[in-house]
Structure formats: C-alpha cells, structure tokens
C-alpha cells in the first residue's frame, strides 16, 4: 500500500520568510495530493491539492511542487504570518482499488513576529 | 448547518461506558471517514463508508462499531475502551466517483476523547 513520509517534523521561520514542507510517497500510481493544514482544537482544512498531470500549482503565498519521476511533492508558503502557525499535512491517493487518502506524519509551523 | 459537524466536542468516559460519537455532512458527498488522531502519529484511518456501505475497516478493534444510517450520517460507537483510546476522532466526507476521481476531505473540527 501506499506510504507517505513528511519532514521536517517541526519548522521555525520568522515572519516574512519562506517555509518548505517536504513529502516522498512510494506508490507510482498515486495521483492527487493535497495538503491540509490543522490549527488547534479544529480538524485538518484542505489548503490546496495537485493532481499528477501537474508540476506545480500556486494560490496566493502559498504553492505547491510536484515531481512525479522523484515521488516527491512539497509546499511552499512565501512571506509567512503569524497566522500561519499550525500543523500541516500532506497526504497522498490513487493507484487500484477503492480511492482513500494516506497521510503524513504532519510539520508544526512556527512563525515568529 | 454547512460543512461537517461533530458532537460532542469533548467526552470523557469510564472504561466501562458505551457511547456514541456522531458526524452529519452536508455537503451532499457519497463517501465518509472515521480517524483516529493521536499525538506524534499520523492520521489513523479507521472505517469507510461509501454510498453507506463499508469499504474499509482497518483491523480496528470490535470495541469500536460504526454505524452509517444513510450518506449524510455517520456513528461511532464506542464500548469497554482503554485509556490508550484516548484521541481526537475525526470524521471526514469526501465525494468519490466511480471513476477512481479523487477528491480532497472535508473534516469535522474532531471529538476529544479522553478514557478514564
């Protein structure tokens, strides 16, 4: 089945840089990943998704890469807030059988003023 | 109501109690989710319902029993559990195609289960 694996486990970044989240999956069939974002006492909220037929798909300050050959996907959050402190997983589906979602192991984002 | 709901928020119980935990979606999807969300582990995903009819069942303990009535709601009932229950449950619907087109979940904000 498919694996999905997630670093860094924590990031640290001062407000105005740039965050990197970095995810592998092992299942070449895979073909959609989307990223969530879960702030405390809420559940995961999708941010923003790719499908495989993409490299790269962009909202705002926030973007995401994908490289199928590498099996690797990562998101980008540029000029980082405050407000974007939360835990953020990626997650990853497709191949056979019935479609499910397998996730990450998540990154807590800090961003300090 | 818009999105998925989740009640209770928070539950406390004794290992001797039965419960239930609920999840209604109104957003019109086909599929729902019940996860298991402990810290420092990934999601653990629990059971599927598609078309209310379960796909998945992770080799989830028997003291755990879904229930989904009908596409919009969904049941987790919970008896005899163990302190290390103790989690934040998640309930999710998606909309699924029989196609194999996947979309993303939509979660509920989670009940906080605490076995004492």
């Known amino acids: 089945g498919e694996n999905v694996e997630q670093h860094p486990s924590t990031l640290s970044v001062q407000e105005g840089d740039s965050a990197v989240i970095k995810c592998t999956y092992s299942?070449?069939?895979?073909?959609?990943f989307p990223w969530y974002k879960q702030e405390l006492g809420k559940g995961p909220q999708l941010i923003i998704d790719?499908?495989?037929?993409?490299g790269e798909k962009k909202d705002q300050r926030i973007a995401v890469t994908l490289n199928k050959t590498a099996k690797h996907f990562s998101l980008h959050i540029t000029e980082t807030q405050p407000e974007d402190s939360a835990v953020y997983f990626c997650?990853?589906?497709?191949?056979?059988?019935?479609?499910?979602?397998?996730f990450g192991t998540g990154t807590r984002l800090l961003v300090s003023p | 109501e818009t999105g998925v709901t989740q009640t209770p928020r928070h539950l406390v119980m004794g290992m001797t109690n039965k419960k239930s935990l609920k999840c209604e979606q109104h957003?019109?999807?086909?599929?729902m989710y019940w996860y298991k969300q402990s810290a420092k582990k990934p999601l653990e995903l629990m059971f599927v319902?598609?078309?209310?009819?379960?796909?998945e069942n992770n080799s989830v303990p028997s003291r755990f029993s879904p229930e989904c009535p009908n596409s919009s709601h969904l049941f987790l009932h919970l008896h005899t559990l163990q302190p290390e229950d103790s989690a934040l449950y998640l309930c999710?619907?998606?909309?699924?195609?029989?196609?194999?087109?996947?979309?993303?979940?939509?979660f509920g904000s989670g009940t906080r289960l605490t076995v004492v």
């Open positions: 999710a619907s998606s909309q699924n195609e029989r196609t194999g087109m996947v979309y993303g979940y939509t």
């Open positions: 319902y598609s078309l209310e009819e379960r796909v």
């Open positions: 957003l019109g999807h086909n599929a």
């Open positions: 997650a990853a589906s497709g191949g056979e059988g019935f479609q499910k979602l397998v």
């Open positions: 790719i499908r495989s037929n993409v």
């Open positions: 299942d070449s069939a895979s073909n959609y």
